[in-house]
């Protein structure tokens, strides 16, 4: 796996002051070099250090390694959180239908990923927006998923309440079983600056 984490000192921040510059600050990206999982991000320093962040934004570009099925769920936990502290509802639109449902369990599912029975090449994007994450409160996802299986499959919305009230300082991502994102997958986080400058 080829990871990258920025950990400079802030290049956004002048003298103390915290300047008008891009809001999305790239932290980290995982390029996996060999079927793997999880995938791991977690606060660091310098530009990485997640306590200066609203929000953070995982996108993922991957592939299940996963053999005899068309496609399997992408999951996260947060924190090492393995209790079942994970609420969901989601919309999932096919080829030739529309569902939904509302679920709880030990952690999020945030989407799809073609698995090895899909044509060869093609990958799933899922977008996953971790909201207020150093909040007092219980935190709030929102994903957003498609999962092409040549000419079938899934564009699916998730949203998700994780019931703990600590900030965010981990994310795992991972599939239905062990070694499941395949070779190639892409992972990039990015913390999402507030505003604050004057008019």
Known sequence: MTTTTNTDAPAYIVDGVLTDGEAW??????????????????SSTGANDWSQYMDLVVISYARSAHAGVS??????Q???????????????????????????GVRFTVGQNPAATA???IFGVTITTLFDINSGKYKSIFSQTTCNLNGSGAVELWGGTWKS???????????QSAADLLTGSRFDLFGILPRMVTA
Not at 30 to 41: G, H, K, M, R, Y
Not at 71 to 76: A, K, L, P, Q, S
Not at 80 to 101: F, I, V, W
């Open 119 to 121: 044509a060869a090449n």
């Open 25 to 42: 600050v790239p932290l980290v990206t995982n390029i996996l070099a060999s079927d793997a999982q999880p995938i791991t991000f977690q």
């Open 165 to 175: 009230q600590a900030p965010i300082t981990e994310i795992d991502l991972f599939g």
């Open 71 to 76: 496609d399997r769920e992408m999951c996260m």
């Open 78 to 104: 947060l924190n090492n959180d393995t209790g079942s502290n994970y609420l969901t509802q989601k919309l999932r639109g096919y080829g030739t239908g529309l569902n939904s449902a509302a679920g709880s």
